[in-house]
Nanobody
Framework: VQLQASGGGLVQAGGSLRLSCANS????????TGWFRQAPGKEREFVAA????????YYADSVKGRFTISRDNAKNTVYLQMNSLKPEDTAVYYC???????????????????WGQGTQVTVSS
């Protein structure tokens, strides 16, 4: 599994971005996928995750109602739609994949075996 995260950039507060996480070597459809982020000087934290079946999702309280995670198994890609962005959303965003039960959503970093390289999201006030 080789994950590639993309879609980051600079956006004003209130704006939107869509991050993508693609697996270039193997289908992502059998892997639960999560997004985590790490702001400068802070520990990496959970943002959102989706089960490999796509039937279960889970969000951190800080992004609930603003971010949406989805997957398109035909395109081997998982997305994170981020709306109403705030300066505190500024961070490097990482996607991760793990072999978890079909309806299970993992929120812990230890549950994920494969990690992408990260994409920078900067939200200006």
């Amino acid at each position: 599994v080789q994950l590639q995260a993309s879609g980051g950039g600079l956006v004003q507060a209130g704006g939107s971005l869509r991050l993508s996480c693609a697996n270039s070597r193997r289908t992502l459809s059998n892997y639960a996928t999560g997004w985590f982020r790490q702001a400068p000087g802070k520990e990496r934290e959970f943002v959102a995750a989706i089960s490999w079946s796509g039937t279960s999702t889970y969000y951190a309280d800080s992004v609930k109602g603003r971010f949406t995670i989805s997957r398109d198994n035909a395109k081997n890609t998982v997305y994170l739609q981020m709306n109403s962005l705030k300066p505190e959303d500024t961070a490097v965003y990482y996607c991760a994949a793990g072999r978890l039960p079909s309806h299970y959503v993992g929120t812990g970093q230890y549950e994920y075996d494969y990690w992408g390289q990260g994409t920078q999201v900067t939200v200006s006030s």
